[in-house]
């Protein structure tokens, strides 16, 4: 069983307007509200790949709500913590550019936080844990390094998605996937990157330092897979850019989800490309059916 851990979701309000005046009075030209959150956000691509997974985590107040509702109408799995707190909303502001404005977080009270360590008990050898988005200050910066020994203990896999200190930690515990993207990348080792050598060299130092697999996703330009001595990059398919939140979620679900059902490491990383682009081309996150028209145009090359 493949689950996704969201310790952070979130309600994203995705805002459109002609052109942003700041300090005025502006009218929005459209708005959506998305369940979001990373794990939440791997878990719908997963379900449209066909990957049955179990999307787990805190959800709280009238946005956790709005989120396990709209789960439920897609027949995803969820096994949420219910919290006091209310699930943060985050601001996507579209003017042209896109500028992202993420809270925080909910306060997580220390049996909120037992509920969810007490879930993981029924984690089995074979099992795929997905660890995805920031941690909600109230759970302190060392909590994925408990959410990884667990599933170490119950001998499951884990993929970690996050930045900082929490992903220098994980490194050592062998994940099965890491995948920043190429400014995550450069902040995570403290330098400037502009060459996609330079990429190569600091995603090495993710697999010396313990992970598995690394995917480096660089947006329109598409992604690097590094793998033992291999590296490869797939160009991403051209289209319409419509809303790419949540792209590099879609990357991490179609690579997870097709390597758990095919074996095939280059299989994994074209679906990971073509659910990421599919995101990109869509207004919410990709559907199964552009995922498949946009799959046979990955163009892999080995470098
Ligand atoms: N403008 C785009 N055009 C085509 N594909 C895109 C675009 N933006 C993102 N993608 C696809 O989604 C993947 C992840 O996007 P990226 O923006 O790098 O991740 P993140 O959302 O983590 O920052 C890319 O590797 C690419 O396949
Ligand atoms: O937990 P964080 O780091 O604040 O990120 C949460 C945000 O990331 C998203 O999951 C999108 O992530 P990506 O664009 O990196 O795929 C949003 O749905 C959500 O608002």
New binding site residues.
């Given amino acids: 069983m493949i689950y996704t851990v969201?310790l952070?979701p979130?309600v994203?309000y995705i805002v459109e307007v002609e052109e942003l005046t700041l300090g005025g009075l502006n009218r929005m030209k459209r708005d959506m509200k998305?369940p979001?959150?990373?794990g939440?956000?791997v878990s719908r691509v997963l379900k449209q790949l066909g990957v049955e997974n179990t999307a787990t985590g805190f959800l709280g107040g009238f946005t956790g709500g709005y989120i396990d509702t709209w789960l439920g109408q897609e027949g995803i799995s969820g096994d949420f913590v219910p919290i006091a707190d209310d699930t943060r909303i985050?601001i996507?502001l579209k003017a042209g550019q896109e500028t992202?404005i993420?809270?925080a977080?909910p306060v997580i009270t220390e049996t909120e936080t037992a509920s969810l360590l007490h879930k993981l008990d029924a984690l089995k050898p074979g099992d795929i844990v997905i660890l995805?988005?920031?941690t909600p200050p109230s759970l302190g910066g060392d909590f994925y390094s408990r959410l990884i020994t667990v599933c170490k203990q119950k001998g499951a896999e884990f993929v970690i998605?996050?930045?900082g200190q929490a992903l220098q930690d994980a490194l050592s515990q062998g994940p099965l996937l890491v995948k920043p993207?190429h400014h995550e990348l450069a902040e995570l080792f403290g330098v400037q990157i502009s060459t996609r050598e330079e990429i190569i060299t600091y995603g090495r130092k993710l697999l010396e330092g313990g992970a598995k697999h690394v995917l480096v996703s660089m947006a329109g330009e598409g992604a690097l897979f590094i793998s033992g001595q291999e590296v490869y990059h797939a160009s991403a398919p051209k289209g319409q850019v419509r809303n790419?939140?949540?792209?590099?979620?879609?990357?991490i679900a179609g690579f997870v989800g097709t390597l758990s059902l095919t074996g095939n490491v280059l299989e994994a990383f074209r679906a990971g490309v073509a659910s990421g682009s599919a995101?990109a081309f869509s207004d919410d996150l990709a559907d199964r059916a552009l995922i498949e028209e946009l799959r046979p145009l990955i163009a892999i090359s080995q470098l």
């Fill in positions: 969201t952070n979130s994203d998305l979001g959150g990373k939440i956000n985050n996507k992202e993420n809270g977080g995805s988005g920031s998605d996050t930045t993207n790419s939140v949540g792209a590099g979620d879609s990357m995101t």
